[in-house]
């Protein structure tokens, strides 16, 4: 079984790829942004640990032991790379429409990651459609939301 941070960087790579093939040069300039990257990428990470410890009230963990939540990662990234692009004198709605299709692709390939860490596995249930997963100490019937939205997709 793959480690869950190698699903992210799977993702994270994938989405710049596919950005890259929808961004037209001509509308915007792609250059000027791309500084923001690495500082768009640190906040969206160090948010999406923010997030998930204040949902899930726990104290804080390990760098390597997941715990990441996308709600926080796309608020921090997005405020910081909408930022940038306003900062220098793009059009951010053109910005944002070239960023979503590498965004979901790439969230979509993170989400595997999530079930490999098992910290997203989901309350334990007794429902009908519950599904088995691993919660990082032993299997159990959750109400999974990352599985759920897999098969839905």
Do not use: K
């Amino acid at each position: 079984m793959f480690p869950w941070w190698s699903f992210l960087l799977l993702g994270v790579g994938t989405g710049f790829v596919v950005c890259s093939m929808v961004f037209d040069p001509s509308r915007m300039s792609v250059l000027a942004w791309t500084p923001f990257l690495p500082l768009s990428l640190l906040t969206g990470y160090a948010t999406a640990r923010v997030w998930w410890r204040v949902v899930h009230r726990q104290t804080w963990w390990r760098i390597g032991s997941g715990g990441l939540c996308i709600q926080g990662a796309l608020l921090g990234a997005l405020t910081i790379g909408v930022g940038g692009v306003v900062a220098i004198g793009d059009p951010p709605l053109y910005f944002l429409d070239a960023l979503m299709p590498g965004l979901f692709v790439g969230m979509a390939i993170a989400r595997v990651g999530c079930l490999c860490a098992g910290c997203c596995a989901g309350r334990p249930t007794e429902s009908p459609w519950a599904l088995w997963s691993y919660s990082g100490r032993a299997g159990e019937r959750t109400a999974d939301s990352p599985r759920w939205e897999q098969n839905r997709a």
